[in-house]
């Protein structure tokens, strides 16, 4: 159909690096004319720890950056408070904390709501600032007995709307979580993308002079100590997930490594959805990564569909003849940067064929459909581990979520 032939097409446009340019150039035009200075808008929530962590470096892009901070409070979205997100979160910063040399993290625990609504309470009323907001954060997730809980024991009824109100403007700019840094009609998702931020104020002629925050966040800038003895590593990824296509592709550089590929079905297909806006976030943002680490990305075609069972069963029958890295390469590459329809029979027959497989073997697997049931299996042990999303990573006893834990993977 002429509609599925043209959006690979458009989203080759939307991600594209020229129009990424057109975008900053048009914004700094107008940012010259009517605002001058650099303006950033962090959007904190205290029911994300991430928050606070970002919150401790803010002070330094302040310092060295010709940037304005504003800073908006806003409640718990995009799932941050529910358990298995709460908990993976705490225990993600804590090993960011050390990574970065932040305040002592280690002691952290999930505060009570009392202790939530005390927080909430002192950085809604009063002045804001910076140096108040890591006060009270460390408060909250490391000294919570510092919080007077008994004279905030729940938001005053004005200060609730105004958290709703923040919350509701975060989303309606197009943004679906806390943590994140705004500028100049991009997003900036907490440590993790800092330095993408501060490389472009950089660009821009806004750096006061170096410092960290400008390689900050970036593992594959950082030197890999790999352990004498080859390791394993099961991973678990979807061919829906372009960060699941960003990390596959790394680690198929990386040397002496046994990945153990276990492909899930796509979140929408396990009931999670998935709202616009988190789509096109995602799609931005993973084609920011993909083009910083020189990853063909762009021309997408969706594999949504009876192709995402046939890619599994593919991948599950080509392991069986020994390539199973090449196989779900060929399918993820052609996928996130080819057009590749893998709705489309005649597609997967080239690949088969290209891989020196038999199509009709090929077939009887597709038929089988003995790969789409181990998918389903690999998804139980994935949330026996605690994790829902892709890519995940697990390393003897340690496990791992998103492509951003890369260095951790690779040096643990």
Request: aromatic share 10%.
């Amino acid at each position: 159909m002429p509609t599925n032939f043209a959006k690979p097409w458009i989203a080759a446009l939307l991600t594209s690096r020229w129009l990424l340019q057109l975008k900053r150039f048009s914004y700094e035009c107008y940012r010259k004319v009517f605002v001058r200075r650099h303006p950033v808008t962090f959007y904190y929530s205290c029911y994300d720890p991430y928050s606070h962590l970002t919150a401790q470096v803010l002070a330094e892009l302040v310092m060295f950056f010709d940037v304005k901070l504003k800073i908006i409070i806003v409640g718990a979205i995009n799932q941050i408070d529910e358990p298995a997100h709460i908990n993976y979160a705490l225990r993600d910063c804590q090993q960011l904390s050390k990574r970065y040399q932040l305040s002592d993290f280690s002691n952290s625990a999930i505060p009570s709501q009392a202790a939530f609504n005390a927080a909430n309470n002192l950085l809604l009323s009063g002045e804001l600032t910076l140096e108040r907001l890591i006060a009270v954060g460390q408060q909250l997730w490391c000294q919570p007995e510092l919080l007077n809980m008994k004279q905030h024991p729940a938001l005053t009824s004005h200060l609730a709307q105004k958290l709703k109100k923040n919350t509701a403007k975060v989303l309606a700019k197009g943004h679906f979580q806390s943590a994140v840094l705004h500028y100049g009609r991009e997003w900036y998702w907490g440590l993790d993308r800092l330095s993408f931020l501060t490389q472009r104020l950089k660009e821009l002629g806004a750096c006061k002079m170096d410092n960290r925050l400008l390689n900050f966040d970036r593992p594959s800038s950082q030197s890999i100590d790999y352990p004498q003895e080859p390791k394993s590593i099961d991973v678990y990824l979807s061919f829906r997930s372009p960060y699941s296509y960003i990390a596959l592709c790394r680690l198929a550089k990386q040397p002496d490594i046994a990945i153990n590929l276990k492909p899930v079905l796509p979140m929408v297909m396990r009931g999670m959805e998935l709202s616009k806006t988190k789509k096109m976030c995602i799609l931005l943002d993973a084609a920011r990564v993909a083009h910083a680490s020189d990853i063909p990305f762009g021309k997408i075609c969706d594999p949504l569909g009876k192709g995402i069972h046939d890619c599994i069963n593919l991948f599950y029958f080509a392991n069986t003849q020994g390539k199973s890295l090449e196989m779900i390469t060929e399918l993820m590459t052609g996928i996130w940067s080819q057009g590749l329809d893998v709705n489309d029979r005649n597609s997967l027959q080239s690949i088969v064929e290209r891989l020196d497989l038999d199509w009709q073997q090929a077939l009887d697997a597709m038929r089988a459909n003995h790969g789409v049931h181990q998918a389903h299996v690999n998804s139980d042990d994935l949330a026996k581990l605690g994790l829902w999303g892709v890519p995940s990573f697990k390393v003897g006893q340690m496990t791992y979520w998103g492509q951003d834990r890369l260095y951790d993977v690779l040096s643990s």
